[in-house]
């Protein structure tokens, strides 16, 4: 079992502050709304900032792993991250879920020269802050597994696994595309 807990304060917190000004630059109130409701008529613009007040980050981990009988491998861990005091209007880019966990079973030797490893990934949902654009990530989780068989006598082996088993699709970080699996064998030799 393995665990921490950790608490970070920042003096001078670098962050970035998002301005934008429509593009005609018209001193008109009406067409300023106009040009600022639209991503087409308008110039964005960010710059560096220190924050006037302190900033501070705490996190926490709890880790379990554990050799079962007949060669199980259980493992377990949970996570969380905040940040905090971070002034309103400024873009901190914490991009880390409030929690997120792990739970994996596995055996290498199942039956004779037969393995395999599952592991069950989480995430909460965040809000996700980037220079292009901050949005709302949602939870989600995937199911990765794997089988391998090592030929008698050898060196060799094949692995036939997949990232996000269940192909359920989901989307990491704001404006990325959304992923599915990915499914793969593989051949090692002389490992």
């Avoid at 905090?84 to 739970?103: E, L, M, Q």
């Avoid at 997949?162 to 793969?184: D, H, I, Q, T």
Wanted: no cysteine; net charge neutral; proline share 4%.
């Amino acid at each position: 079992v393995d665990g921490y807990v950790y608490y970070s304060q920042y003096k001078d917190f670098i962050a970035r502050v998002a301005v934008a000004r429509g593009q005609s630059a018209s001193s008109n109130p009406a067409i300023e709304i106009t040009e600022l409701a639209s991503p087409f008529t308008t110039d964005n613009f960010s710059f560096v900032v220190n924050s006037p007040t302190g900033v501070d980050a705490i996190g926490w981990g709890i880790g379990v792993d554990y050799e079962a009988a007949r060669g199980y491998h259980i493992t377990a861990n949970v996570s969380g991250d905040k940040l905090n005091n971070v002034p309103t209007g400024f873009v901190a880019f914490f991009n880390t879920p409030k929690v997120r966990y792990n739970i994996g079973l596995s055996n290498d030797k199942l039956y004779k020269n037969i393995g395999f490893n599952i592991l069950w990934r989480w995430q909460d949902e965040l809000l996700w802050e980037g220079t292009f654009g901050t949005g709302t990530i949602p939870h989600y989780g995937t199911l990765d597994a794997q089988v391998t068989w090592r030929l008698p006598n050898s060196k060799t082996q094949f692995k036939i696994g997949a990232s996000n088993l269940l192909n359920k699709y989901y989307r990491s970080a704001f404006g990325n595309p959304e992923v599915g699996g990915l499914y793969y064998v593989s051949f090692g030799y002389n490992l």
